[in-house]
């Protein structure tokens, strides 16, 4: 895994063998970031990073200058990867916040530019977590909800659908109220 821009471009991030989680592929995180560099200035953005994982969309936001970055991660090994990680790289702006995703959202009050999930592909709620932070109001004016998923789950005929981005069996859905992205 690596990180594909910003200031810390080209840098190899290692989680090791043992590691459950399955990162973004670098095609997909590269596409993606593509995308949010159109629509966003990623200087200036608040962002929620969830189920966070190895890490790998929060250090990309981070060596991008993001200004806040909140990472919810419940597993202890993969928290302490991603705290180690992120004050190796000296990633200040990067808030980890160990919890349960779920029970996160519903104590959540700050609004957030982007929110970014990446649960674990075989977990039941998926589908709901959409409807669950448009409800809560987590998103500012103009903001993006992007829920990685696998390919099996189709969102095309929920209301707040605003993008589809397939790369092999990474899928990306973006919901909001913004225009397709």
Known sequence: ????????R???????????ARPTTDTAKESLFNILANSFDIEEVDVLDLFAGTGSISYEFASRGCKLIEAVEINYKHATFIHKTKTELKFDQLRLVRTNAFQ???TCYRKFD?????????????ETLPDIIISKGLLKDGGVFILEH???LNFSKHANLSDHRAYGSVNFSFFGERKKL
């Open 104 to 106: 996160y959202l519903k």
């Open 1 to 8: 895994m690596r990180i594909i821009s910003g200031s810390h």
């Open 10 to 20: 080209g840098r190899m991030i290692h989680p090791g063998k043992e590691f459950t």
């Open 150 to 152: 696998p390919k099996n």
């Open 114 to 126: 982007i929110i970014f999930a990446d649960p674990p592909y075989d977990m039941d709620e998926i």
